[in-house]
């Protein structure tokens, strides 16, 4: 089972006593204030969390993988997300399945 | 942007909150992330993107200063997949961003490759 946006807005209404609709508000919008981020080209700092960086590539030779067509894949600015030390250490004692 | 700032805009945005109830929910909402990926579970939001563990096997490391062979540890690491509205967002503004410069340098009569909007991922 994975987390969802669902899970964190109950989790907010259990353990805040916000309302169920405030808790589901204020988790929409912490997602989407950090996409509009992301939006205008600027990094977003989360601390104890991890950062999202965006990283522009080039263009760069590519093929449909259907038709074996060569078309280049144009030049562009993409979202990654490095990892926190204090999320990393936790992460990294997770014994589970090997994935 | 940091997360005061994120606590900043969200508090000016949900003014009918105190702005002690916001600054605690977005760090009950990093914390419940934190602790589902550090139980090995994933997080799924739609049109945000995903989080996941990859997992690194245990290899044969060096200590850097004495070049002594160390054994380490298998091991998870997070992992990010933006989702398609993040991705695209994200691509689009940059998209717009190349062209508006590519306007410029034609004022200017420079020459420029012409601009692509393709769309593969």
């Not at chain 1, 946006?5 to 309302?19: C, I, R, S, T």
């Not at chain 1, 989360?46 to 590539?57: A, H, T, Y």
């Not at chain 1, 979202?79 to 936790?90: A, N």
């Not at chain 2, 997360?3 to 009950?28: F, G």
């Amino acid at each position: 089972m994975a987390l969802t946006k669902a899970d964190m807005a109950e989790h907010l209404f259990d353990e805040l006593g916000l309302n169920k609709r405030e808790a589901k508000d204020i988790v929409e919008m912490f997602f989407e204030e950090i996409r509009t981020a992301l939006e205008r080209g600027e990094q977003v700092k989360l601390s104890g969390f991890g950062n999202f960086d965006l990283r522009e590539k080039k263009e760069r030779p590519g093929r449909n993988p259907k038709t074996g067509e060569e078309i280049p894949i144009t030049a562009r600015r993409v979202v990654t997300f490095r990892p926190g030390q204090k999320l990393k250490s936790r992460v990294e004692a997770y014994a589970g399945n090997e994935r | 942007m940091t997360k005061s700032e994120l606590i900043d805009v969200l508090a000016a945005e949900q003014d009918h909150l105190p702005y002690k109830d916001v600054e605690e929910a977005v760090r009950k909402i990093l914390e419940r992330m934190s602790s589902a990926l550090a139980s090995g579970e994933r997080i799924e939001i739609r049109g945000f993107g995903s989080f996941s563990l990859h997992y690194r096997p245990p290899r044969i490391g060096r200590n850097p200063k004495t070049g002594e062979s160390v054994a380490l540890a298998g091991k998870h690491v997070p992992h990010f997949k933006p989702g398609k509205e993040l991705r695209d967002r994200v691509n689009q503004a940059f998209q717009r961003e190349r062209a508006a410069q590519l306007d410029v340098d034609h004022d200017d009569e420079a020459s420029a490759p012409p601009l692509q909007v393709a769309v593969s991922s």
